[in-house]
């Protein structure tokens, strides 16, 4: 299964999704920029793990949650040319730039859906393999999400989630807003960062088959590029026109510092370099019927 954990340093930048689509596809070009490098790490040993080639048959592979990045299913769907790959998001935007991605990547063996994780519009046992990177922090039912998963895999086959341990730009972030009048992340990426608390919630419906870890370096050009990535599109939803206030900019910037001051590798460079955020990949097996 998996090779042993994994680490890899990169510059990054998270942009919250935002309701129109010519936004959407702005903020996609970010992370592909910034963030694909660092994601492409877990989505080629994700792509490992699928059956080979030389099996003979395909059957359906299924990325849930794919993103704005469209990971890990476009890594996998390059490695199996033969393979029908369908990539899902619930958000009709955010499926709008994955059908980009996969018309300029020209791969024709695959789709991309619309479709609720707790709610998802396939037959029972439908998929070969399911994969589920990052995402699962963002479902409103995690339960159900699992379950829907687990009936769409075929008995037998597996299923490989990522999870976040410790986020530290989210650590930034919750901690700062706190200090700023009690406000919340709008996503909190580490919200199943509590031990074992994905593969209690796989063991209901999965064999747990194996659970690596991984860690990242996050890496910004200097402390405005920090702020951008970790904070701004989180102020503009929680404050709307409220945001863009010198005074509440000029708070929320001193926050910021203080708390980077604390969190970051102190060295000659302009660089600045966050405390390593880690994550768990864990492989399930659906129970053979």
Request: charged share 25%.
């Amino acid at each position: 299964m998996l090779r042993g954990g994994f680490s890899c340093s990169r510059r990054w930048s998270l942009s919250r999704r935002s309701p129109s689509t010519d936004k959407r596809r702005s903020y996609g070009q970010v992370l592909e920029r910034q963030y694909a490098p660092v994601w492409s790490r877990f989505a080629e040993l994700t792509a490992r793990l699928c059956p080979t080639e030389s099996d003979g048959s395909w059957e359906p592979l299924l990325d849930v949650g794919s993103g704005p990045l469209s990971e890990p299913g476009l890594t996998i769907a390059k490695t199996m040319p033969h393979a029908r790959v369908v990539l899902t998001d619930a958000n009709e935007g955010t499926v709008a730039l994955i059908k980009e991605a996969i018309s300029a990547l020209e791969l024709p063996h695959v789709e991309a859906s619309v479709a609720d994780a707790s709610a998802l519009p396939f037959p029972d046992h439908s998929f070969d393999f399911v994969t589920c990177g990052f995402g699962i922090a963002e479902f409103h039912d995690r339960k159900a999400a699992l379950k829907e998963m687990w009936r769409v895999l075929k008995p037998g086959c597996e299923l490989i989630v990522s999870h976040w341990t410790l986020f530290e730009p989210g650590r930034l972030e919750k901690q700062v807003l706190a200090k700023l009048g009690g406000l919340e992340p709008p996503v909190d990426l580490a919200s199943c960062a509590k031990k074992d608390m994905v593969q209690n919630l796989l063991a209901k419906h999965f064999d747990v088959a194996e659970a690596k870890t991984g860690s990242i370096d996050f890496v910004f050009k200097s402390k405005e590029e920090a702020f951008d990535a970790v904070l701004k599109d989180s102020l503009h939803l929680l404050l709307g026109a409220q945001a863009d206030d010198d005074k509440k900019q000029q708070e929320a910037r001193a926050l910021f510092d203080d708390a980077l001051s604390s969190a970051s590798s102190d060295d000659d460079s302009q660089e600045i370099r966050l405390a390593p955020s880690h994550f768990t990949v864990t492989v399930a097996i659906k129970p053979p019927a």
